[in-house]
Structures are given as structure tokens and as C-alpha cells.
């Protein structure tokens, strides 16, 4: 079954490191959206990408978080410096980005990142 | 206000009952609905779409009210599997918006 991958599964750092998460949508699909998840806030949408090109990253903090498709087969998102408040479960989801039931995103097992 | 709402819950029902979910969306130009359904320590996974016309998968009917911006999902004959999270989805412009989630429980 194609699904999509995400490394690492979990992270431990410590605050003001560097950390780096990885996504792997499934091959064909055009669209790549990066969401965290806490229990206070929910699924909340940091950034999305159509054809590897960024159309929205008003939910992520500008100051550290970035996110790239180096290609089509990769998308990153990077926090620097970390902090304690970036706690939380990071999911990437790809899809083929139409209407109705194109419009389906599927989702990655997701990084359970906690800085310390 | 946030895009989609839902009541968080959490629901706690009896095996075989039967449940309902609400959730409203704020984006009169959204274009596409979906339910999700997230199991503890899992990724969110597509239970359904959601259609104009109302649709049914089984035990599980979703309704769509535009003209009230409102969604709905019904369980009927709830089973002990169905104990999870259920995440109302609303497509506006390119993005997807999740809402908060209805945690469900079915009691033996």
C-alpha cells in the first residue's frame, strides 16, 4: 500500500537545538501539507505546498519554523532554535489536491517531537 | 472563531446505541467535507466524504446543510471499535481545516 512516510517517528532535543523532520508523500500525489497536533489546539495547519511550490504557511511561525520540497519526493520542516512550546505531534499528509474525493488528504504515522 | 467547530465531547454511549456529531464551518466557499477518524497515538484516517445529497457508509450517514454551513455524522449500532476521536474536515480554497474533534467512547 502507498502511504506516507515521515522519519523520525519520535525526537527528543533539547531547547535551542536544531530539529529537522522528514516527509515522504506518496508518489503521484501534488500536494504536501504539514499540520501539529497538540491537545490544547488541536490539528492546526503550519504550511502546505502544491507541486513543491509553498501557497500557504501563515499558521507557522516565521521567526524559527521553515518548511521546503527540496523535491518531489521530500518535504522538510525545520525548527531552529527549538523550544519547549514546539512540544507536540508534527503529521505531514499528501493528496492529488482536487475536489470531492480528490480532495482527500492522507496522513503519515507523524513525529512525536519534545523539547526538553 | 475558529474556521470549523466542534463540540470536543467527550461522548460516552453504550454498545449498540445509537450517536450523532455536529460540527460548523465559517467559510461559506468551502467546496469539499470530510469525517475523519483518529485513533489514540494514530494518524487521522478518512472514515467519509461528506455529499449535498447526504450519504451512507454502512452504519455511519453524514449529512451536509450549506445554507447552514453544518455538518453531521450518525452512528448507528455503535460498536466497541468505534471508540476514537472523529475530526470534521472542511476544504476552503486549497487547504484543509480540521476541527478540533469529537472524542467518542462505546461502553460495553
Known amino acids: 500500500d502507498a502511504r506516507v512516510t515521515q522519519t523520525p517517528r519520535h525526537k527528543v532535543t533539547e531547547m535551542g537545538q536544531e530539529v529537522t523532520m522528514r516527509c515522504q508523500p506518496i508518489?503521484?500525489?501534488?500536494?504536501v501539507f504539514w499540520y501539529r497536533q497538540t491537545m490544547m489546539q488541536g490539528l492546526e495547519l503550519l504550511a502546505y505546498?502544491?507541486?513543491?511550490?509553498?501557497?500557504?504557511d501563515s499558521g507557522m511561525p516565521k521567526d524559527r519554523f521553515s518548511a521546503e520540497m527540496p523535491d518531489a519526493t521530500l518535504a522538510t520542516l525545520k525548527i531552529q532554535p527549538s523550544e519547549p512550546r514546539d512540544s507536540a505531534v508534527y503529521f505531514c499528509?499528501?493528496?492529488?489536491?482536487?475536489?470531492?474525493?480528490?480532495?482527500?488528504?492522507?496522513f503519515g504515522q507523524g513525529t512525536r517531537l519534545t523539547v526538553v | 472563531r475558529k474556521e470549523v467547530e466542534q463540540d470536543p465531547g467527550p461522548f460516552n454511549v453504550p454498545e449498540g446505541a445509537t450517536v450523532a456529531f455536529n460540527c460548523t464551518y465559517s467559510?461559506?466557499?468551502?467546496?469539499?467535507f470530510f469525517w475523519y477518524r483518529q485513533d489514540c497515538r494514530k494518524e487521522p484516517k478518512l472514515l467519509m466524504s461528506?455529499?449535498?445529497s447526504g450519504n451512507e457508509d454502512g452504519r455511519f450517514t453524514a449529512q451536509l446543510n450549506r445554507a447552514s454551513q453544518y455538518i453531521s455524522l450518525l452512528i448507528r449500532d455503535s460498536k466497541l471499535s468505534d471508540s476514537a476521536t472523529y475530526l470534521c474536515?472542511?476544504?476552503?480554497?486549497?487547504?484543509?481545516?480540521f476541527g478540533q474533534g469529537t472524542r467518542l467512547t462505546i461502553n460495553p
Open positions: 508518489l503521484g500525489h501534488n500536494t
Open positions: 467559510n461559506s466557499a468551502s467546496q469539499s
Open positions: 499528509a499528501s493528496g492529488l489536491g482536487g475536489l470531492g474525493k480528490n480532495a482527500e488528504a492522507f
Open positions: 461528506v455529499y449535498s
Open positions: 474536515v472542511v476544504r476552503g480554497a486549497q487547504k484543509l481545516v
Open positions: 505546498f502544491r507541486n513543491r511550490a509553498p501557497l500557504d
